[in-house]
């Protein structure tokens, strides 16, 4: 069965803590995503990779950081820098930049 | 810049009513134009797309949209809802040569017996 799977569902961290998100994908797709949603606002874009070895900023990548080492691989980190992290994070992956994107089931991470 | 804008955070729609969920977007160049669904707590799927051709698009799950340039719009409609269609619905747009999705804000669609 391919798609993007993402661990784990849930995620519970204190404060202060770097924590560290996984992505997989067997889609054979170039192209990966991560995305932040919170309540009443929509889908925002914190990171995306075109290409193993290369990754580009979103709109809000301030206090995240992620690498892009093999093509099926994209994992985010939460550092202790981003004043709320507390939100359900999306992974997404598509063949292209400009093609439609398939997403995974979400992590829903809670730092307290 | 490109934007999508989603008239509506939340609609209600009675078992057997139409469904008919607005979108429009601001783009300086030809759109690639998608709806996506999301049921709670999971990821979004994707509904239908639009990129070139019939401007009727038709999806998943008995629902439709109509790519109409002169308004820049691209609504999505379904005949007669079901209690399963009850979800949050994502407008978004990109376009050739574009990097990146823009969604809408997203519309929660509540589907009452």
């Known amino acids: 069965d391919g798609g993007i799977t993402q661990s784990p569902k849930y995620l519970f961290r204190k404060e202060g803590q770097n924590v560290t998100l996984s992505c997989e994908q067997n889609l054979n797709h170039d192209a990966m995503y991560w995305y932040r949603q919170d309540p009443g606002q929509g889908l925002r874009l914190i990171y995306y990779s075109q290409i193993v070895n290369d990754f580009q900023k979103g709109d809000i990548a301030e206090g995240y950081s992620v690498s892009r080492e093999k093509k099926e691989s994209f994992p985010l980190t939460v550092t202790s820098a981003q004043k709320n992290p507390t939100a359900f994070y999306l992974c997404?992956?598509?063949?292209?930049?400009?093609?439609?994107?398939?997403f995974g089931p979400g992590t829903r991470l809670t730092v307290t | 810049a490109q934007s999508v804008t989603q008239l509506g955070s939340h609609v209600s729609v009675s078992e057997g009513a139409l469904v008919l969920l607005r979108c429009n977007y601001s783009s300086s160049v030809p759109p690639y134009l998608f709806w996506y669904v999301q049921y709670p707590n999971q990821g979004l799927q994707l509904l239908l797309k639009?990129?070139?051709?019939?401007?009727l698009v038709k999806g998943i799950n008995g629902f439709e949209a109509e790519f109409k340039k002169s308004e820049t719009s691209f609504h999505l409609t379904k005949p007669s809802a079901h209690m399963s269609d009850a979800a949050e619905y994502f407008c978004?747009?990109?376009?050739?040569?574009?990097?990146?999705?823009?969604f809408g804000g997203g519309t929660r669609v509540l589907v009452k017996p």
């Open positions: 997404a992956s598509s063949i292209g930049p400009y093609y439609e994107q398939y």
């Open positions: 978004a747009v990109t376009r050739a040569a574009g990097n990146k999705l823009t």
């Open positions: 639009y990129t070139t051709g019939a401007t």
